[in-house]
């Protein structure tokens, strides 16, 4: 199937072909249809799968067809929310490769930066709004952002936007919106929460569903240390020097365990950088920019902050902390071994951990191969130690015995 194939207008597909694409992915052919119909649809695909442009596109055509005239001020008739400042962003930039031949006109309206620039461009006048919940909220209440024109209203990344404590928001937004609108909603995963945002804001939706689960994980081959948590730093710096080479991305599970290991790759003499909740957009975009380039060979980030940013060409993904839930997994290590390429992963599992590789290999179906020939081996038998407050009991003297109550220690 080509693009011409799903009934794009020429300046979409003129864009299109710029762009390099010949042939749309699975997603795209089973989104763009029914949009174009102007139906309802709740869809889930990860990231790298195209998705963007599978809304993208129809989304453009749809606002070509009855474009209001150029002289006009333009209103906000399409409205996409986005949980992340990084994939609000990267939105951004593919409606405006694709609307390269058009008249119609995008913006971003994210936290963390100044919000003067993006009044000025709201008062110019824009056809789509791209936004993360909080921003566009205040801009709202400040009444530089009018929503009564939406005809268009997305929510991508659903699953990211609940975990994160956005539901109020989202319900909020999606009432400021016309009642009378299309709804498309995205997301990696669909939990029963997401089930149910998209019953309580989507009429009859038509569902779609090309979350490649496991097939991804064939064609990535994958590597379980088992290392004590304390040994964790040495063994990452271990990899780095004699099996990790490439671009990498390495997952960490706090912002505090983020800066710590880019503080000791620095230190080490690696050219590393980390993106995070707590940094700002411009270091975080910066951090960004510098890996894509090939500045640094090394990015780490949380799962927060690097949900939905689409990497290409990335050669390893470390789990330096192991996620909880297996579908981050699945996320975390399906951005390499992509377009034909074999891609590496490799966990390191403390013994507090593994319950959560139980879970993962249940996931996926697969028995991730152990690797026992490294310096900070952890016997796989080996139980969590579990920290416990000692000295709590104090030994009671009489009144004025003189006795003293002893210091409560930690161990």
């Not at 710029?18 to 119909?37: A, H, K, N």
């Not at 694709?98 to 971003?108: D, F, G, I, M, P």
């Not at 920290?387 to 109550?405: A, L, N, Q, T, V």
Request: charged share 30%; net charge positive; proline share 5%.
């Amino acid at each position: 199937m080509s693009f011409k194939d799903l009934k794009l207008n020429k300046p979409l597909l003129k864009a299109i072909a710029e762009s390099g694409y010949d042939e749309p992915t699975l997603i795209q052919e089973r989104c763009i249809p029914p949009i174009l119909d102007k139906k309802n649809v709740i869809a889930s695909a990860q990231t790298g799968t195209g998705k963007t442009a599978g809304f993208a596109l129809p989304i453009l055509q749809l606002l070509s067809d009855k474009q209001d005239a150029p002289k006009r001020q333009k209103k906000i008739r399409s409205l996409i929310v986005s949980p992340t400042r990084e994939l609000a962003v990267q939105i951004n930039e593919n409606f405006k490769t694709y609307a390269k031949y058009t008249n119609l006109r995008s913006s971003v309206l994210f936290g963390g930066t100044s919000i003067e620039p993006q009044i000025d461009i709201l008062k110019k006048g824009i056809d789509i709004l791209i936004a993360t919940p909080g921003r566009l909220l205040d801009l709202h209440k400040q009444d530089y952002v009018n929503l009564d024109h939406v005809e268009v209203f997305v929510l991508d990344e659903a699953d990211l936007m609940l975990d994160m404590g956005f539901i109020d928001d989202i319900k909020k937004i999606e009432r400021l919106c016309p009642t009378h609108k299309q709804s498309l909603l995205f997301s990696a995963t669909i939990p029963y929460k997401v089930e149910q945002l998209a019953n309580s804001i989507l009429a009859e939706p038509i569902r779609i569903d090309v979350t490649p689960e496991n097939s991804s994980i064939s064609s990535i081959n994958q590597v379980l240390y088992y290392v004590p948590k304390r040994n964790k730093i040495e063994l990452c710096l271990h990899l780095l020097r004699n099996t990790v080479k490439g671009r990498i991305l390495i997952f960490r599970r706090t912002k505090f365990g983020v800066d710590k290991l880019e503080k000791t790759l620095l230190k080490n003499g690696y050219k590393a950088d980390s993106i995070h909740g707590d940094k700002s957009q411009s270091d975080r975009q910066t951090a960004l920019n510098k890996f894509k380039t090939g500045y640094v060979k090394i990015l780490i980030a949380t799962d927060v902050a690097a949900r939905g940013i689409d990497i290409s060409e990335l050669d390893a993904v470390i789990n330096f902390d192991l996620p909880s839930v297996p579908e981050t997994y699945i996320h975390r290590i399906g951005r390499t071994g992509r377009a034909g390429n074999i891609g590496a992963a490799f966990s390191l599992c403390s013994a507090d951990e593994k319950s959560y590789i139980k879970k993962i290999q249940e996931a996926i179906n697969v028995q991730i191969p152990i690797e026992t020939e490294h310096p900070y081996p952890l016997d796989p038998k080996a139980k969590p130690i579990v920290h416990k407050k000692k000295g709590s009991k104090y030994k009671k003297g009489r009144k004025g015995s003189g006795s003293k109550k002893k210091k409560k220690r930690w161990y």
